[in-house]
């Protein structure tokens, strides 16, 4: 069974950044296409950016020059830089891994930029 555990959520003014990471369990990581996706209030979840097993970076065009996805195989971790935050990128980010049409999702870490 995967298991993905995020962290470095929290509170940040406008302009500021934050690191995402999450964790994976299991030995498919270095296997799999890993995301990031974010739920606000009353929105649908929607994808932020994903990496291929090998590498390549793929974002939506709102957070495109803004966050960089990258990925440690070594460490089963994969990372979300944001920077120059807004208030719009406020919402609960959530980690997934996909592999063979499976998907397993983290719990969830929040991400409030005040204005």
Do not use: H
Not at 34 to 40: E, K, L
Not at 94 to 110: D, E, K, P, R, V
């Amino acid at each position: 069974q995967v298991q993905l555990v995020e962290s470095g959520g929290g509170l940040v003014q406008a302009g500021g950044s934050l690191t995402l990471s999450c964790a994976a369990s299991g030995s498919i990581f270095r296997i799999s296409v890993m995301g990031w996706y974010r739920q606000a209030p009353g929105k649908q979840r929607e994808l932020v950016a994903k990496i291929t097993s090998g590498g390549s970076p793929n974002y939506a065009d709102s957070v495109k020059g803004r966050f960089t996805i990258s990925r440690d195989n070594a460490k089963n971790t994969v990372y979300l830089q944001m920077n120059s935050l807004k208030p719009e990128d406020t919402a609960v980010y959530y980690c997934n891994l996909f592999i063979i049409s499976n998907n397993y999702w983290g719990q969830g870490t929040q991400v409030t930029v005040s204005s």
